[in-house]
């Protein structure tokens, strides 16, 4: 049974740091495309970040680009998501995913397993 599991949210101002984590179960992890995700109310859920088995493969979208990092420990069954200079509009709940292959790495309909997200958010 896979399980992905998120922890680090919290409420934090503008301008702060905040590092997610996401351990993952019942999957070989280092064969695994790994995603942050994020769904903030009333919006459609949005790729973030993803890397690549070996982490040396990352996609970022323009919205985040220089601000977010993800990174990835094999050997923890762990993926990382470094958030700096955090703005309001980054406010929604996060969510980390895995997925076989590289391909098509920022869509939400090609990741196959889920954690339950934790809530991120950024007052000004």
């Known amino acids: 049974q896979v399980q992905l599991v998120e922890s680090g949210g919290g409420l934090v101002q503008s301008g702060d740091s905040l590092r997610l984590s996401c351990a993952a179960s019942?999957?070989?992890?280092?064969?695994?495309?790994m995603g942050w995700f994020r769904q903030a109310p009333g919006m459609e859920r949005e790729c973030v970040a993803s890397?690549?088995?070996?982490?040396?493969?990352?996609y970022y979208p323009d919205s985040v680009n220089k601000r977010f990092t993800i990174s990835r420990d094999n050997a923890e069954n762990t993926v990382y998501l470094q958030m700096n200079s955090l703005k309001p509009e980054d406010t929604a709940v996060y969510y980390c995913a895995a997925k076989y292959g590289w391909a098509n790495r920022d869509r939400v309909d090609e990741y196959q397993y889920w954690g339950q997200g934790t809530q991120v958010t950024v007052s000004s």
């Open positions: 890397n690549s088995w070996s982490g040396t493969s990352t």
């Open positions: 019942g999957l070989t992890f280092s064969r695994i495309v």
